[in-house]
């Protein structure tokens, strides 16, 4: 059985960083899209980041661009979220996903196994 298992997150103070990382298992990320998506209370589930496992091509929300950045770790099979200046606004749960598509997508339906999610919060 498919498990994407995350680790990281927590709590920060405005400016500060924090990593997220997905592990997989049962299941091999070459070849995939990773997904980071995020829900804020109260709102839609919304794209976040991704990068194509081939090529390594990343695409960031305009809110993330310049302070995410997504990066893998092929020996362990792992996928990283570096988020640097954060803000209360990106406050959520984050979650990460994949799919065995080569071209990245923002489109959550497009996404065929999930993360649990992991609550990220912010203070100002």
């Known amino acids: 059985q498919v498990q994407l298992v995350e680790s990281g997150g927590g709590l920060v103070q405005a400016g500060g960083s924090l990593r997220r990382s997905c592990a997989a298992s049962?299941?091999?990320?070459?070849?995939?899209?990773m997904g980071w998506f995020r829900q804020a209370p109260g709102k839609e589930r919304e794209f976040v980041a991704a990068?194509?496992?081939?090529?390594?091509?990343?695409h960031y929300a305009n809110s993330v661009k310049g302070r995410f950045t997504v990066s893998r770790d092929s020996a362990k099979n792992t996928v990283s979220l570096q988020m640097n200046s954060l803000k209360p606004e990106d406050t959520a749960v984050y979650y990460c996903?994949?799919?065995?598509?080569?071209?990245?997508?923002?489109?959550?339906?497009?996404?065929?196994?999930w993360g649990q999610g992991t609550q990220v919060t912010v203070s100002s």
């Open positions: 990068m194509s496992w081939v090529g390594r091509v990343t």
């Open positions: 049962a299941l091999t990320f070459n070849g995939n899209t």
């Open positions: 996903a994949t799919n065995k598509r080569a071209i990245i997508s923002t489109r959550q339906d497009e996404y065929d196994y």
